[in-house]
């Protein structure tokens, strides 16, 4: 072999470094950008009060793959259960494959069933807003692109409308993001539970490097800004 060819230890040094910051920064940006930076919200302003009895109510919300969103509502206390599915197309009974082309007009969403008397629908949305995803990104959230990962708060009546149109309206008047928030609120028509290999997706492939890298942030910034509301 000629030597004249040959990659000394120096370059070849070099380049493995250089190989190790692309991967790091990559893996820094998809840590803030899909994972989501957590956001500091004030209480909606305009709410539901807590019920005097326990109860039962549901929300359906899609903000991104619902696998992290799944996982933060998991971890809220007065949840009763959060389940992956589709919402917000004209297919009926819709697969994972037929969502994923973006040609349905489904969005990956999350049906949150929650006790009103512990946890209200504003402080939901709340959540939602601030550590579950990004409401400022358009037709998708952090690594996930195509109108399947769209911001959307499906409402069920017209309190849930009153109080998710007058919070993002709250939001935007206080300039919380530094971007308009491009949330729809369209009322619900259906949900689909997903298939069952993706429910509970986060909980039981926590070494997933998706999941390390885009969801597990998220449920941390929930411990982190929400102690109150937060549950292991």
């Given at each position: ?130 550590v579950a995803h990004d409401p400022t990104q358009l037709n998708r959230q952090g690594p996930d692109t195509g109108s399947q990962y769209r ?82």
């Open positions: 072999m000629n030597r004249e060819f040959e990659i000394s230890p120096v370059v070849r040094r070099t380049a493995l470094l250089l190989a190790l910051f692309v991967i790091a920064a990559t893996v820094t940006w998809h840590w803030a950008n899909a994972a989501g930076l957590s956001v500091v919200l004030p209480d909606p302003a305009v709410d539901a009060a807590l019920a005097a009895k326990s109860g039962k109510q549901t929300a359906v919300v899609a903000g991104g793959c619902f696998w992290g969103v799944q996982a933060v509502f998991q971890h809220v206390k007065g949840v009763k259960q959060a389940t992956s599915g589709y919402s917000g197309g004209s297919i009926p009974s819709p697969e994972y494959e037929q969502v994923g082309t973006g040609m349905t007009g489904h969005a990956e969403s999350v049906q949150i069933t929650f006790d009103p008397s512990q946890v209200s629908y504003g402080q939901l949305l709340k959540v939602f807003f601030s911001s959307v708060i499906f409402y069920a009546n017209d309190e849930q409308k009153h109080i998710a149109e007058a919070y993002i309206s709250q939001l935007e008047q206080a300039k919380s993001f530094s971007g308009p928030i491009v949330t729809e609120v369209v009322p619900l028509k259906a949900f689909y539970a997903a298939e069952g290999y993706h429910q509970n997706y986060a909980a039981l492939h926590p070494d997933n490097p998706y999941i390390a890298i885009n969801d597990a942030p998220k449920v941390e910034h929930l411990r982190q800004q929400f102690p109150d509301l937060y549950r292991k």
